[in-house]
């Protein structure tokens, strides 16, 4: 893979895995004694982290079903000003950056501008638009270049909410698509047609060279690699987990056979 031309061998998820690996790293390894009580292995400070490396690899297998005439890149790189595009989803419909949100067990609202999770007002919607919009303007530059007619590539945000407990929209945004994981394919695929076979080919051709983002290029990284690490550390807060169930189901075991003898012995002593 050429240096211009690394965009595309990211994966999901990538930078966000990359990060909670090394975090984890600094974490004291738990006890013997902790293990045996489903301690979390993950300190408190990064299980957000987490949850959004389990949203975007959710989502980047979701897309991987998108179908042959859609192309998507991953982790692609924006400016300075806003975050790294987590999906850059290129098709006949045209072109959309994919913004992940976990909210596991949260009621998401939107009403317009307002996103509410949990009750609690988010900026993902501005921050959604203005990636979408840095986007647009770069592939626009990109694709317009050494051309004398300027090309203007519309892009459309898509705030993607994985597996929400309830999403409740009142009226979606201005300009962006608010929607769950679950609809996300059957969603982009019903759009209407916008951009034909040879156009979409070469948008996805500017989006995957990285003069076209002003950003440093990260690093390459050994995906297999990275990959065999976060799903040592998956396994282990899974087993962490179902560990704390099996305590909880023992404990509401023990209380209720406390409690039906103690039933069975005030009953057997009104009786005498």
Known sequence: MSASHLIRGRVPGESIMSEIVMLQ???????GLAK?????PLAPTHRALYSSALGELLVGDSLDNIGPEWDVLHVVPVDDRSPQIDHLVIGPPGVFTLWTKNFPGQEIVVDGESLLVGGHPVTDIADARRQASSAAEL???????????????????????VNPKRLVIRK??????VVSSKQLLRWLTKLDRRLDGAEVAYISDVSDRESTWHSPPEPVQDTQQLHRDFAVLREAVSNASLVRLAWGALAFTVVAGGAWTAAAMVVAHLIQ
């Open 25 to 31: 790293r600094s974490q004291p390894r738990r006890s």
């Open 139 to 161: 592939l626009s530059a990109a694709t317009g270049s050494g051309s004398e007619v300027e090309i203007a590539v519309e892009v459309e945000a898509i705030i993607v909410v």
């Open 36 to 40: 045996f009580f489903g301690v979390n």
């Open 172 to 177: 979606q945004p201005a300009g962006l698509m």
